[in-house]
């Protein structure tokens, strides 16, 4: 309850934040459209005017004059008109600005906590659709809304009568209004989920291109993206349909209406009661108070829309706000070391590693090793910060890692991940960090030191190759080696690499044992997971992961020793080289 107060109360926050900057001109459009609105009025003036004064009056100069005079006024009403729609435009550009960087940096994060690609793409939508509204006629409908008493007042000193009737008019369409808005917003939610379930798939399937085509499965593919579709158009049909029915029977009432002004209007004259020209001047009067009802519920889609957008937005900047400055420490230098953590994966809290606690000291190097599916891949996480430890604490030189800022750490950390892919930019990029200002020296030391600069530079572009999405046109060794550089970058105290092995050659693998030793030289930590024995060798230390617990942990020849004498559950490294030599 509790946190939920804190939260609510987190996004209230956030949202002022938000829209700090922009009350001012929210005031201003405020002002802008109330001169607009009165300025409307025009239209009606003259009616009034032509038929009471320069019609019964028969004078030339007259009309003359109240023409001009209209003329005047409808300039200024169009340049007001136009002022609106730029300040409007300006302030989505401005929102996005302000708001597109923050929901990005939320989606880059979100995968990591269990949330799919297209959930997270979301988020940066969000952003485009409010910056499409605020550009629309949407707001234009809902800042003339307020000022409709003008028209009602106008008309009510015309006739009362009249003014009752545009009344009655008024509430009917504003009863339509709300209506619409009570039946579509459950819809709203449910059509967000339904497109961003789509868009799951379409990600899963076009990531998944190579192997559907070669397994053939084209056909099953796009037979689990048309049903999702059909279910997010079944509901986009759903909210058309009710937004589309209220609109037209809006617009219907409202040219009843209009006509009903013109019959009451000329009841009211045969009486002897109002004037010819006021008719019109009623007529037109009424059509421009209602006119922003009709056109906000033909809008409503995208009025809901932008809400739920914005409500989203809300959330997204929240979680950011929550984010607590940090000390800035100074670099480690002594030691990594791991007590008693329980990490649970985060997207459904089930523990995956539990009660792991050891020690490295710098200038060592430890194996990870254990069967498939043990938590190797948990623990090096943990390590690395990607996931939050729930109980325990991972301390560099005695620091809990939440203690350090997220930027200042990652100079200090290189992680190879397991299922590692390249940023869509040139080698160079890649192996510096997206840094532009990086030294070319110490992007080929980190090059060299993974022994790939040969392969680098013999590139048509060499350190210039651009690599596309993913890293596509290199190969799947390649990428890896590449990827070691990345992690060897700047020299980093702490060195992860999740099998970094996995698609190397014997010449690769001999450079990553003489990778590691060099960080170890150079007072480093590395910590590397092994399927495949030979990154062990210029490891000091072995820990054995299995079934979600740390267990063995020691000096290399002490852990592979035991662990050859009583085999533990599942596949273990010294097994399998084993086997390796017994079929050689
Ligand atoms: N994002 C995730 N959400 C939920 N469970 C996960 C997630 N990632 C991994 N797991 C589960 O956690 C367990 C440990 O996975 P982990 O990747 O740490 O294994 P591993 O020892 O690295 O295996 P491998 O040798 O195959 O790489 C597995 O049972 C896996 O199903
Ligand atoms: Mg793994």
Not at 68 to 89: E, H, K, P, T, W
Not at 109 to 127: N, Y
Not at 452 to 475: D, F, K, N, W
Request: charged share 20%; aromatic share 6%; hydrophobic share 45%.
């Amino acid at each position: 309850m509790a946190s939920q107060d804190a939260k609510t109360q987190a996004r209230r926050k956030s949202a002022a934040k938000l829209t700090r900057g922009f009350r001012g001109i929210l005031v201003y459009l405020f002002v802008v459209s109330g001169i607009i609105n009165l300025l409307a009025l025009t239209g009606s003036m003259y009616m009034m005017q032509i038929y009471d004064r320069a019609l019964s009056s028969g004078s030339i100069p007259t009309l003359l004059a109240i023409s001009a005079l209209a003329g005047g006024l409808y300039l200024f009403q169009g340049l007001f008109d136009i002022v609106r729609s730029q300040v409007l435009v300006r302030v989505g550009a401005r929102l996005d600005r302000d708001v597109a960087p923050a929901a990005h940096k939320v989606a880059m994060d979100m995968p990591r906590f269990g949330f799919s690609g297209a959930e997270a793409a979301s988020r940066g939508r969000d952003v485009d659709t409010l910056r499409g509204f605020l550009g629309s006629q949407g707001p234009m409908a809902l800042f003339d809304l307020p000022w409709m008493p003008l028209f009602l007042v106008f008309v009510y000193i015309l006739h009362p009568l009249l003014g009752a009737l545009t009344f009655t008019g008024a509430v009917l369409l504003t009863s339509l209004t709300i209506v619409t808005e009570v039946m579509t917003r459950r819809l709203s939610g449910a059509a967000h989920e339904a497109l961003i379930q789509r868009n799951a798939m379409v990600d899963s399937n076009t990531r998944n291109s190579e192997s559907i085509r070669a397994m053939g499965i084209g056909g099953r593919a796009l037979e689990r993206f048309v049903v999702a579709n059909e279910e997010h158009l079944a509901i986009q049909t759903r909210a058309n349909d009710i937004t589309g029915t209220f609109a037209a029977i809006s617009r219907v009432l409202r040219m009843i209406l209009q006509s009903a002004v013109l019959g009451l209007g000329a009841y009211l004259v045969i009486q002897g009661s109002l004037s010819a020209g006021a008719i019109i001047a009623a007529s037109v009067a009424s059509a421009r108070a209602l006119a922003p009802i009709d056109l906000a519920i033909g809008n409503w889609k995208n009025v809901v829309m932008a809400r739920a957008a914005w409500d989203r937005l809300k959330g997204t900047v929240a979680i950011l706000d929550q984010v607590q400055p940090k000390m800035p420490l100074p670099a480690p230098r002594r030691s990594l070391k791991v007590e008693g953590i329980t990490v649970a994966a985060p997207g459904s809290g089930q523990v995956l590693l539990s009660g792991a606690s050891f020690t490295v000291e710098a200038g060592q190097a430890l194996g990870i090793i254990g069967s498939t599916g043990g938590g190797k891949t948990t623990l090096i996480r943990a390590l690395a910060g990607v996931w939050p430890v729930l109980r325990g604490s991972v301390r560099l030189d005695d620091a809990d890692l939440t203690q350090w800022d997220e930027e200042a750490l990652g100079a200090h950390v290189g992680y190879l991940q397991q299922d590692y892919v390249m940023l869509d930019a040139t080698i160079a990029d890649n192996i510096s960090r997206l840094d532009t200002e990086a030294d070319p020296r110490a992007v080929v030391e980190a090059a060299r030191a993974a022994s790939v600069h040969e392969m680098i530079v013999r590139l048509p572009e060499g350190y210039h190759t651009e690599l596309g999405p993913q890293g596509a046109s290199l190969s799947g060794g390649q990428r890896q080696r590449i990827g070691l550089a990345r992690a060897l970058y700047g020299e980093p105290f702490l060195v992860l690499l999740d099998e970094p092995n996995s698609n190397l050659d014997g010449q690769g693998e001999a450079a990553l044992t003489e990778a590691i030793e060099g960080v170890k030289r150079r007072g480093g930590i590395v910590v590397v997971i092994a399927h495949r024995p030979s990154a062990l060798a210029a490891c000091d230390l072995v820990a054995v992961v299995q079934n979600g617990k740390l267990t063995a942990f020691g000096p290399k020849e002490q852990v592979i020793g035991s662990v050859r004498a009583r085999p533990a559950p599942g596949e273990t490294v010294p097994a399998r080289e084993e086997r390796v030599r017994a079929t050689a």
